[in-house]
């Protein structure tokens, strides 16, 4: 009885310690905020796709930012790399030549921090 009461003590202790060293990265967290342009695609014609990343809520301009587009008919993503315009947003280009669903996942890494976002777009 008393040998289940220290392991259990100390499977305790190690979960405290894990939640509280996980706690302690959260002013790191990477985030990003995803806007099309126009916000409606219209097939055949060139949308910008726009991340815009965040660290502590502040705009950073030194992270790598690829994101995958796939149609509902795919099965494979198509990857493009957004570039930076220097005030903490990164921005590709695509003509969807299909209407349809498409959904956008977004990778963005700085150092040893990254995060990945998805986003649903319907193109008409």
Not at 1 to 10: A, D, P
Not at 55 to 67: K, L
Not at 106 to 113: L, S, W, Y
Request: charged letters at 25%.
């Amino acid at each position: 009885m008393i040998e289940k009461w220290r392991i259990g003590s100390i499977l305790l202790s190690l979960f405290v310690l894990v939640a509280c060293s996980a706690e302690g990265n959260t002013s790191e967290a990477l985030k990003v905020r995803v806007t099309i342009e126009p916000q409606s695609p219209q097939q055949h014609q060139a949308a910008k796709l726009i991340v815009q990343t965040l660290v502590d809520g502040q705009p950073i301009d030194d992270a790598a930012v690829t994101i995958g587009i796939r149609h509902d008919s795919e099965k494979e993503a198509k990857t493009v790399e957004a570039s930076p315009d220097n005030k903490g947003n990164y921005i590709a280009t695509e003509t969807f030549h299909e209407a349809g669903n498409y959904q956008l996942t977004i990778n963005a890494e700085k150092g040893e921090v990254s995060t990945v976002a998805t986003k649903q777009i319907v193109v008409e």
